[in-house]
């Protein structure tokens, strides 16, 4: 049996409001909108229109009457209740040290779950009555008509404020009918969902053992558990990877996710890519931090660590590690074996197939945010691209994620959505064309800065302005996954430093025709990053909305074209372009960045070492609380800061996908903050579900 309760706290001292102090009567107020919301009014119109809402403080009375057996006791009870609502303003006042906010907590006589809400402050303005004649004639002394005002938060929870609750997510796609990744009924709350920092189209399609020279049969897709070295491992036997180049839409992989339940024991590996230019094989370095050359990060450790676990791997020359393996051509990385020990035993795969990541979606099923409201709610952000600048790699400036940008969108408004819109020959999404053949001075190059490693490169030979690039064409059903407001960039690179200001470009967007209906025109922004560098500049094009006055329901949109411009302003000029990016900003929209300035310094950036947590459940005071602690004891190691207009939220009852994208500062040539295609992240997430009035039974 549930009873009744109503009390305030601060979590150790309470004021029970039903026991020690008799309540009257109390009818909960749902919370108003501010200003009785924000609506748009035309005299020639009849009535309005709401425009938005927020919802305000709500205000309630607790008439109260207290008794005790001495004067003591009711005093001690008035001075308790005085200090719980000091504390509660204390705790929202600027600057305020408190650590402990003071709540409101309510259930109904035999309902499922008690309700918590924040108390911002309160007053009980009147003291003892020493003029009640009750006060010294009764046995039991009674303090009645006495009013507690109490101002809280909007909202209730179903928790104690600050309780996280885990909820699973998935990260997942299919490539040549493969299921490949955590697929929705397979989601978790462990931090083993992947993304990267762009959109691809390519998976490893093989997967083949080399016993001694002979090799297995394709592993992928064959059912798991399965070995990924021989049964008794020699040296030179090796593992391949391999994604098909006859497979479509494929193209270079820069990661490996492994679910590993039995680990190598006495084999020693080294990873190795092949260059087909020179025809050989070569090492990654598991060493040094990314200068230029090639990297390996293994978090298996040569395969004796279990669990999933991520590699991550980056070599400038990757567009030609391509090789003709037991038959198939493709791109490749293998594990080699260098040498044994007395007893070697292979490392096992299971629960899924080894895959790569080539998305940048985590997905949250409608099931996991509960409440008729959206839910404040919590994600943990794992960089596993870098080994952090704690570990002395600081010449490795390629891979220190410095900001953070990410938003929600529900699935429901288009599932083929990606914010990434490739603008090279490979990698390109369903319904996406590309076409350079009206831009004369435009061509298809390759480029390992590309995730697909493939770009379009253009090269005026003159000084001019207006130069059509590139045109990128959205078909009718591949345009109705884009309905909505965006904050719009493009990745790209000129080939001179900063100082020489060679180049800028411009995005013009059309429905239905390339030349024609241009319903959005940025202005041109120049491009920063230079070709020499290791990463691309990430050019901010501003706010669109898609299409223009939104669309009626029911109605579909035509194709959309979106067409880049660029104003040479040297003969010598050359471009780059890799992507244009639409980040969603309908829904939630916010970004994160470290504070310090664009130096390479310990206990900044994020790596191996850290990880960044976005909050806005554990501490009520701020928006978003982003600190970055050490994986090793969970300490704080410095913070981000945000930059958001609310507390970040997921809407309940609701299939959304997270999308992210990250930059990083580029030391070593301009100074600027530049966005890399092969970051690598995982994360958890976490909620506090929130709901206007009486909770009931669980959702």
């Not at 969970?634 to 996908?657: C, H, K, W, Y």
């Not at 930059?663 to 301009?670: D, L, R, S």
């Amino acid at each position: 049996m549930t009873y009744a309760e109503l009390y305030i706290t601060d979590g150790t001292t309470e004021i029970n409001l039903l026991d020690n102090w008799n309540l009257l009567a109390w009818r909960p107020k749902i919370a108003p909108y501010k200003e009785g919301g924000y609506w748009r009014e035309s005299p020639f119109a009849h009535g309005r229109r709401p425009v938005f809402r927020r919802y305000g403080s709500v205000v309630e009375e607790f008439p109260l009457i207290l008794k005790r057996f001495d004067p003591d006791s009711l005093a001690y009870e008035f001075r308790t209740l005085r200090k719980l609502l000091e504390d509660a303003f204390d705790y929202w006042a600027p600057g305020s040290i408190s650590s402990s906010p003071v709540y409101l907590a309510a259930r109904k006589y035999l309902e499922t779950n008690t309700r918590y809400s924040l108390v911002y402050a309160g007053a009980f303005p009147e003291d003892i009555d020493l003029s009640n004649p009750s006060v010294e004639s009764c046995q039991e002394l009674m303090a009645a008509g006495y009013t507690l005002y109490i101002e809280r938060a909007p909202f209730w929870g179903k928790e104690i404020p600050g309780t996280l609750t885990a909820i699973e997510m998935s990260s997942y796609d299919t490539f040549d009918g493969v299921d490949l990744g955590v697929q929705p009924a397979d989601a978790t709350t462990d931090p083993n969902v992947f993304s990267v920092n762009a959109q691809g189209t390519t998976n490893i399609t093989d997967i083949f053992l080399d016993d001694g020279g002979v090799f297995s049969s394709n592993l992928l897709g064959s059912g798991v558990p399965y070995n990924l070295l021989p049964a008794v491992p020699a040296v030179d036997d090796a593992v391949y990877f391999l994604s098909d180049q006859s497979s479509a839409g494929n193209h270079p992989f820069w990661n490996l996710i492994f679910q590993l339940d039995q680990a190598a024991s006495d084999v020693t590996i080294v990873w190795e890519t092949y260059d087909d230019s020179g025809a050989a094989w070569s090492a990654l370095d598991a060493d040094a931090g990314y200068s230029g050359g090639a990297e390996v990060i293994d978090e298996t450790q040569g395969f004796t660590q279990t669990g999933v676990k991520s590699l991550y791997f980056r070599d400038t020359s990757m567009e030609e590690s391509f090789a003709t393996i037991n038959g198939v051509t493709g791109w490749v990385i293998r594990a080699r074996v260098s040498a044994i020990g007395a007893s070697p035993t292979p490392p096992r795969q299971n629960t899924r197939d080894v895959y790569t990541v080539s998305w940048n979606w985590l997905e949250i099923a409608n099931d996991q945010i509960t409440g008729e409201l959206p839910a404040r709610a919590k994600l943990k952000i794992y960089c596993q691209s870098n080994r952090g600048r704690n570990s002395g790699q600081f010449t490795n400036d390629y891979a220190f994620i410095d900001t953070v940008y990410w938003a929600t969108r529900l699935k429901s408004r288009g599932s083929d959505f990606t914010p990434f819109l490739n603008l090279g020959q490979r990698g390109r999404a369903s319904g996406q064309t590309n076409d350079i053949s009206a831009a004369i001075y435009s061509s298809y190059i390759e480029d390992s800065k590309s995730l697909t490693c493939s770009c379009v490169e253009a090269t005026r030979g003159a000084i001019a302005s207006d130069v059509s690039l590139i045109t990128t064409r959205m078909d009718i059903d591949f345009a109705n996954n884009y309905i909505g407001k965006f904050h719009v960039y493009i990745r790209a690179l000129t080939n001179q430093a900063v100082a020489s200001d060679l180049m800028d470009i411009k995005l013009k967007v059309s429905v239905g025709y390339p030349d024609s209906n241009t319903f959005w025109e940025s202005e041109y922004r120049p491009v920063r990053g230079v070709v020499s560098q290791l990463a691309p500049d990430l050019v901010d094009l501003g706010r669109l909305d898609l299409p223009p006055g939104g669309l009626s329901p029911g109605d579909s949109v035509q194709d959309i074209y979106f067409r880049i411009y660029g104003d040479f302003k040297h003969a010598s000029a050359t471009v780059r372009l890799y992507d244009i990016v639409l980040m969603p900003v309908d829904e939630y929209f916010g970004v994160v960045q470290e504070q310090q300035d664009n130096t390479i310094a310990a206990n900044s950036g994020m790596g191996l070492d850290n990880y960044l947590e976005i909050d806005s459940i554990a501490e009520p005071r701020s928006l978003i609380y982003s600190p970055v602690k050490l994986r090793a004891d969970d300490t704080l190691a410095f913070s981000f800061q945000g930059n958001v207009p609310l507390e970040f939220t997921i809407p309940a009852g609701e299939s959304v996908r997270l999308w992210f994208l990250s930059e990083h500062y580029e030391i070593t040539f301009t100074g600027d903050k530049v966005a890399a295609a092969y970051q690598l992240i995982k994360a958890q997430a976490w909620i506090y579900s929130q709901y206007l009035g009486s909770i009931g039974a669980d959702d």
